[in-house]
């Protein structure tokens, strides 16, 4: 019986890698939607979030903030928690869905310039970037800025070679790049740039016409090409001021202010380098550094200007950037955090070189299978089998995401010794994921969070447990449970756990102190052990305590009521 349809229309060396295709796309989204639903928000998180509490529509659009917010997602969550309440879903969800979509449209905008293999290859290495899942995972605008400006740097290509014969990739090109721009004005440094590639190109062009012809206004005539350029600089620049001029006028002093603070040293580009390829190892850098090498070589020899062109995106980006001094940008985190945008690019060159490694083994079904082997191997030695424990609420913790060598990482290296409370470990005695905590108070930054240590241990669920007023006032990290805007799953009132709510949990755990990455940092902290008498008057005697914790049996509580 024959196969029917369109695989049918597939020769075999087509078929073997359509899987690959179909394989890595399905293996990237599940990466990134794995847990998602039980991520605590955590540090930058944290940006929007305050400024949705504390400021009205116009104060978002006009500002940066001190603590940076992204404004068009600030003015989304703003928008969902005046109509309907704002989640950490859906918070998420543009992140999530920017991040499956460049599995899908990358291979399909460069699949003229692309060969089938060298997609597949490139779509699995997508898949399982540790960097493009993580940002997929937070409600930062990451995934989304690196989705719009891949967009935007081929767009212009594709307008640039058009000739006027479309205006489509034009109009792609100017509201990618604005609302990646909108979005967080690092993308620039990428978007723009094409301006200036193929502007020098054209001055040289013309140069030579004028030459050629001995008259400038019979050698401009002859280049219409400068009158689209500049039409299309001018179509992007009035919405790009638009978005941005409000809030540059408004916070000038402290935006500028970030930029000179810190500068890319040699080491803390190594260390970025090993992020964006998602490793930690020093002799896989070289192996991907010369598969690269490769393959930027195979791109040059059939298609020069798209490979110069793609490697002047990564490059002066990467220098304007790093030129510009940003504050943090000599933790490698943050620098890879800024060239995500060039990843997918760096990317497609480990691609070019991997696929024509394999075209000496002949047997398109033999090189398909060794992609997805030596995907899966290099997933596997990079950082996510580390954080895929399930239950990981805290993914997104530095823990993780600073650096990928752990004896690199000061979250790591640099955590307090104090022992492990005892609960904890008594705790990982029961089935895992049977259980929920309730954890207070807490701080949203990773330096002073270490819930990601304890639930290793325990593997139970976590609620994060909010203290005001009962423990006092508190407007970092923390809303009263008068407002309705936010309905967070994963955060929870201690006014209403006495009030009688226990949220499904069966432990309250009161920390009694700051944990704090270093040791002799200075945190703010509640005085637990103020408000411990009121906790205890509701909840009874705790059940365990030590110098670190005193844990309440909400289920005792439960019990009784139903009881009576």
């Known amino acids: 019986m024959k196969p029917a349809g369109r695989w049918a229309l597939l020769p075999p060396a087509a078929a073997a890698w359509v899987i690959v295709l179909a394989l890595a796309f399905v293996a990237g989204a599940w990466l990134r939607w794995y847990q998602l639903d039980v991520q605590v928000l955590l540090d930058d998180e944290w940006h929007a979030v305050h400024k949705v509490l504390n400021s009205d529509a116009i104060g978002i659009a006009t500002t940066f903030g001190f603590a940076d917010h ?166 992007t620049s009035i919405p790009l001021a638009a978005a941005l001029l409000p809030p540059l006028l408004n916070d000038w002093v402290r935006f500028s202010a970030k930029a000179g603070a810190h500068w890319v040293t040699p080491e803390s580009f190594y260390r970025t380098l090993l992020m964006l390829f998602g490793i930690a190892q020093p002799a896989l850098l070289i192996v991907l550094a010369a598969l690269t090498g490769l393959g930027i070589h195979r791109l040059w020899r059939r298609d020069s200007d798209l490979t110069a062109y793609l490697a002047t995106m990564i490059m002066a980006a990467a220098v304007a950037i790093a030129a510009a001094g940003p504050q943090w940008i000599h933790h490698p985190g943050v620098y890879a955090r800024y060239l995500l945008p060039a990843l997918p690019f760096l990317l497609l060159f480990v691609a070019e070189g991997a696929v024509d490694c394999l075209e000496r083994l002949r047997r398109p079904a033999v090189q398909a299978s060794v992609v997805v082997v030596c995907a899966a191997l290099l997933w596997r030695v990079g950082p996510m089998p580390d954080y895929f424990y399930r239950p990981n609420q805290f993914m997104g913790h530095l823990r993780f995401q600073y650096d990928y060598d752990p004896a690199q990482n000061p979250y790591v290296s640099e955590i307090p010794r104090d022992p492990i409370p005892d609960f904890y470990r ?123 914790i005193v844990v309440f049996d909400l289920r005792r509580r439960r019990e009784t009521a139903s009881a009576e």
């Open 426 to 548: 008594q705790l990982a005695q029961r089935p895992p994921r049977t259980l929920t905590l309730i954890e207070a108070p807490w701080r949203l930054e990773s330096n002073f969070n270490p819930h990601p240590w304890y639930q290793e241990i325990h593997r139970q669920y976590v609620k994060i447990g909010l203290v005001t007023p009962v423990c006092g006032v508190r407007d970092f990290g923390e809303y009263p449970a008068t407002v309705a805007a936010l309905r967070f799953r994963e955060f929870v009132h201690l006014s209403m756990i006495l009030a009688g709510k226990s949220y499904g949990a069966d432990y309250l755990v009161m920390h009694l102190k700051a944990w704090k990455t270093p040791p002799d940092a200075e945190v703010e902290w509640p005085d637990v052990a103020a408000c411990l008498p009121a906790i205890q008057a509701k909840l009874g005697a705790p059940i365990y305590r030590d110098e670190q």
């Open 70 to 235: 992204s404004i068009p997602l600030t003015l989304y969550y703003r928008f969902l928690a005046l109509h309907g309440g704002l989640t950490e879903w859906v918070m998420r969800l543009p992140l999530l869905l920017s991040g499956i979509a460049l599995l899908l449209v990358a291979p399909l905008v460069l699949r003229r310039e692309t060969a089938l293999p060298v997609r597949a290859a490139w779509v699995a290495l997508l898949a399982i970037s540790p960097l493009l899942v993580y940002l997929s995972k937070t409600a930062r605008p990451y995934a989304l800025t690196s989705f719009l400006t891949f967009i935007a740097i081929v767009a212009f290509r594709r307008w640039w070679l058009s000739e006027g014969a479309t205006k489509s990739w034009g109009a792609a090109y100017i509201g990618a790049s604005v609302i990646a721009g909108w979005l967080h004005p690092i993308t620039l440094s990428f978007t723009l740039l094409p301006f200036a590639y193929y502007g020098i190109r054209s001055l040289f062009a013309a140069r030579t016409a004028i030459s050629a012809a001995g008259a400038p206004g019979i050698a401009l005539r002859a280049q219409p090409g400068l009158l689209r350029f500049m039409l299309l600089g001018v179509l």
